[in-house]
């Protein structure tokens, strides 16, 4: 059994700097034992900690798709002292990754079902695997409609333009891009906060329909009551409150809610499972 202590070795195959501001970057991973790629076997909406020898180690999401195979990804805020130093490292260099952690979305209950996945800012990055992960040419056919409403601040802090742009043109998925402010006239796509997005463009709710919601907690505390507008019954309502991880594990017990351990119960969780702990957004 893996120690969940030990990190798996990587190295850091590819850097791509996401936003104008140059603050987050995604690192794509490459295992250095083949057999490790196997044993971190995961599902879209867990995370893992991502670990630099000498500086301590971060939870972060996980970016990309279990169908991406030969590498992991991962979406990085520089905000700290861990982040940061990863942000200075370069293609080539090494370090270890812990995982997965978590769980996972209920993959197994949304099959058959209408998605809605509703995102802002950088909290996007299990959401782009979740996409991914839907739309792989072996999975797309197990779900039906799927709306994606997405928002930033400004174009420039959108995670991954070109991915956005080519799923927009596809046929086999609504995407509903928007910003709170831009003076680009170029811009085609939304102007407004994800909430008021979300009431204009999110279906209304039935019992085969499921919303998937990840990021700011503002964003979040604005969306639920928009979502109990349209229908949605608290148990079709899934959040991530990845934000809330630390050790991963259950050790640390700086995670919990109420009795839940956010890395061990979660981060996934539905609204109506929060609304039996304390207050959380």
């Known amino acids: 059994m893996q120690n969940p202590y030990m990190p798996y070795p990587v190295r850091i195959d590819e850097i791509t700097t996401e936003t104008e501001d140059r603050n987050l970057k995604t690192f794509k991973f ?13 599902k879209a909406g867990q995370f893992a900690e991502l670990s630099v020898t000498g500086k301590g180690e971060i939870p972060i999401g996980i970016a990309s798709s279990p169908v991406e195979k030969g590498f992991v990804k991962f979406t990085v805020n520089k905000v700290g002292l861990v982040s940061s130093y990863l942000h200075s490292m ?36 299990t959401l782009r695997s979740s996409i ?42 609504n995407m509903h891009i928007t910003v709170d402010a831009t003076n680009d006239p170029d811009w085609k ?23 998937i919601i990840c990021g700011p907690p503002i964003m979040i505390k604005f969306t639920q ?23 991963g594990i259950g050790m640390c017990g700086r995670c919990n809610i109420g009795k839940e ?6 981060p996934v969780f539905t609204l109506a499972q929060l609304n039996a702990t304390p207050r959380e957004y």
Not at 112 to 123: D, H, L, S
Not at 148 to 153: E, N
Not at 261 to 266: A, I, P, Q, R
């Open 30 to 42: 490459v295992f250095l034992n083949p057999d490790d790629e196997k044993k971190f076997s995961y």
């Open 90 to 125: 370069k293609v080539g260099d090494i370090m270890g990754i812990r995982g997965p952690l978590g769980n996972s979305y209920p993959w197994d209950i949304l099959e058959g079902k209408n998605i809605v996945i509703i995102g802002g800012g950088f909290a996007f990055t």
């Open 132 to 173: 991914i992960s839907m739309l792989d040419p072996a999975n797309r056919k197990k779900f039906k409609d799927i709306n994606v409403i997405y928002g930033a601040r400004t174009p420039g802090m959108l995670l991954y333009r070109d991915e956005l742009a080519a799923w927009e043109r596809r046929d086999d998925i």
């Open 189 to 211: 796509y939304n102007i407004g906060f994800v909430p008021t997005v979300t009431e204009q463009k999110a279906p209304n709710a039935d019992a085969d329909t499921y919303a």
């Open 225 to 247: 009551p928009v979502l109990d507008k349209l229908g949605y019954d608290h148990d079709h309502i899934i959040m991530s409150l990845e934000n809330r991880m630390k050790c």
């Open 261 to 266: 351990f956010v890395c061990k119960d979660g």
